[in-house]
């Protein structure tokens, strides 16, 4: 196995300024940087990054937990995060919560564990298995993340965004994201729109309704509490939701806004088990997109959100509360617009 002594003694240079092209803790001019990188790689070098940690309690290693790496968004996200730390010479670490409270809170003290310096997360918007409500799940996860924070390791939520003041985030500007949504199908000639939304102890989520809500009043529509059909984020259960009002002609509306993207696979499955079809029977907008556009026959209307550039955000001002101390200086907010593609399953037909 190789020495960095090796390395230096090959690139020539010293072996401090191997040490400083590996953590990237002092400049080093680009020609040299380049030879000792072609020594590493000629001798296959791995640094010892464990013994390394011990000595200078640094591991320069972040960790990202999502809900669910199946959702296309967040491999985006975590794309976007893993550049911003390869750009500071560190590691990313990605875990997935399975959308759980209980899962979440094992994964946060996993990353504390393994002596990770800084974690990225777009929080679980499910109770845990153990029977907690969403709110008391909530809560028990705010303290065990202030604990996390109070002990030197800071945090930057994305996406999904807790109702809770004082904490770094980085999102999707969501309640214009969602007034653009819903002022697209009025356009499109559609005036009984109904919203089905995930949970609303979601700060992200209170937002998009808030947009929808916003967007009928300004066109001098009336609001109706029937029309607000909250989920879970369980596609399954979303469709059960749903199936009651659009199987019943008299309750259905004409179009249906969908704040996320499992609850947009409950909307179209329960178009499916209703055999209705959008945008024939029912017009549908979605917050983010599902898969391959090509993949769906008609195509979906979509309201991206700037998945990478939320990923690579947040993980650079996670690295600035590491690299200049965690401070209790004001919250980084920082909110990004979306765009609204339009296809097929917003075009009303006569």
């Known amino acids: 196995m190789s020495t960095i002594k090796e390395v230096a003694e090959l690139a020539g240079v010293s072996v401090g300024t191997v040490s400083h092209v590996i953590t990237g803790s002092v400049p080093v001019t680009e020609p040299l940087r380049r030879k000792v990188q072609a020594a590493i790689k000629r001798l296959d070098y791995h640094p010892n990054h464990i013994a390394r940690s011990l000595k200078t309690s640094k591991t320069r290693t972040l960790g990202i937990i999502v809900p669910d790496l199946t959702i296309p968004f ?17 590691t990313l670490i990605a875990v997935n919560s399975d959308d759980r409270a209980d899962r979440q809170k094992e994964l946060l003290s996993l990353l504390r564990s393994q002596r990770v310096e800084g974690i990225l997360l777009a929080v679980a918007a499910a109770p845990s298995s153990s029977g907690l409500t969403a ?14 924070i109070e002990s030197g390791i800071p945090v930057v939520y ?3 965004i807790p109702d809770r003041e004082g904490v770094d985030s980085v999102s999707g500007e969501d309640l214009n994201a969602s007034v653009m949504a819903v002022e697209h199908l009025l356009a499109s ?21 808030q947009g929808y809500q916003q967007a009928l ?11 607000i059909w909250e989920g879970n984020i369980r596609p399954e259960d979303v469709a059960a939701i749903c199936s009651p009002y659009l199987s019943d002609p008299a309750r ?9 993207g499992p609850t947009a696979l409950g909307v179209l499955r329960a178009f499916r088990e209703c055999g209705l079809n959008t945008p024939k029977d029912i017009g549908f907008v979605t917050f983010d997109e599902l898969t391959v556009d090509d ?24 690295l600035e509360r590491i690299e200049n101390g965690n401070g209790d200086g004001a919250p980084f ?18």
Do not use: C, H, W
């Not at 259905?252 to 996320?260: E, G, L, W």
């Not at 769906?296 to 209307?301: A, L, V, W």
């Open 158 to 160: 994305l996406d999904r």
């Open 252 to 260: 259905r509306p004409d179009a249906i806004f969908s704040t996320n």
């Open 74 to 90: 967040f491999p985006q996200v975590i794309r976007g995060a893993e550049t911003a730390a390869r750009q500071m010479n560190y």
């Open 333 to 350: 907010t920082v909110r990004l617009p979306a765009t609204l593609r339009i296809r097929e399953s917003s075009r009303k037909r006569g």
């Open 189 to 209: 000639g559609y005036s009984r729109i109904a919203i089905a939304t995930g949970p609303q102890t979601l700060r992200n989520e209170q937002r998009r309704l």
């Open 217 to 227: 009043t300004e066109a001098g529509l009336p609001l109706d509490d029937t029309l």
């Open 295 to 318: 993949l769906f026959t008609p195509s979906i209307t979509t309201v991206v959100q700037p998945a990478y550039e939320i990923g690579f955000q947040a993980a650079q001002i996670l």
């Open 135 to 148: 709110g008391l799940a909530a809560g028990l996860a705010a303290g065990q993340i202030s604990q996390i």
